[in-house]
């Protein structure tokens, strides 16, 4: 079986499209570790597009926060009124959709799928300091996170050598090629289609192939000035317009 890892769409309908685009033939299956929703101006194109898509999604914070199960207070002034323009916005059988999501951690054959991490689904995985802790915990060999919107992850070989596992960052296409070793684990973010933050503004996601026990990241320019044309129409914040330019 080969999957689509997907994270952090972020209501960005163009950058989703060119992810799919890009992986054509290469997956049977489409996975989202959350944040459908949340600062980009398409949310519901973007859920309609996903629910036709994918065979499992689970929760991230802005889906909470946008379907009204959480409150704003922790996020930003910029992110709070994107959150309520987001809820003016979802139809709603999109807000029912996003209500039922589950939240991780999602078990799959071989590995966990969590937006946060499988101790808390809220919680960033940044440093070494958060995710040498949860590769030690961790009960399965794999397990893909997002929520950070940096591509790459982390591994701790069998010997208990931590490694960050990034794939430079002004790159487009393929990035890099991970094969899976035994004993060794694995926390892995397949980075944001949506909204980019390591530097690099191209859309990113994986592909990991089960049987071959490789995983494959990936970065896709997308029409980033419709993206922003379309947030100004919306008068969504001005810095979250901006800042998908400079992915960060
Ligand atoms: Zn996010």
Not at 169 to 180: K, N, P, Q
Not at 181 to 197: A, F, H, K, M
Not at 205 to 227: C, N
Request: hydrophobic share 40%.
């Amino acid at each position: 079986m080969r999957y689509l890892i997907l994270s952090d769409i972020h209501a960005n309908l163009e950058a989703l499209e060119k992810c799919l685009e890009l992986a054509r033939g290469k997956y049977q299956k489409v996975l989202c570790l959350g944040d459908l929703v949340g600062y980009g101006p398409d949310p519901n194109a973007v859920v309609e597009m996903m629910r036709r898509t994918a065979s499992v999604v689970i929760r991230g914070n802005h889906d909470k926060a946008c379907c009204g199960m959480m409150n704003v207070d922790d996020f930003n002034p910029w992110a709070r009124q994107a959150t309520y323009w987001t809820r003016e916005m979802l139809s709603p059988k999109h807000i029912a959709f996003l209500r039922q999501l589950a939240p991780g951690p999602c078990t799959m054959p071989g590995f966990e799928m969590v937006h946060g991490s499988v101790e808390n689904e809220d919680q960033y995985i940044i440093e070494p300091a958060e995710a040498i802790p949860a590769l030690r915990s961790q009960s399965v060999q794999l397990v893909f996170f997002g929520h950070t919107h940096l591509q790459g992850g982390f591994l701790l070989s069998r010997a208990g050598v931590f490694q960050k596992i990034s794939g430079g960052s002004r790159a487009s296409g393929h990035i890099l090629t991970l094969d899976l070793e035994d004993g060794t684990r694995y926390l892995i973010n397949p980075g944001s289609v949506g909204q980019p933050r390591d530097g690099n503004w191209r859309a990113a996601f994986a592909i990991f192939d089960e049987t071959k026990r490789r995983i494959d990241f990936y970065r896709t320019e997308y029409d980033l000035a419709t993206t922003q044309e379309k947030m100004s129409q919306a008068r969504l914040p001005e810095p979250l317009i901006q800042r998908l330019e400079f992915g960060r």
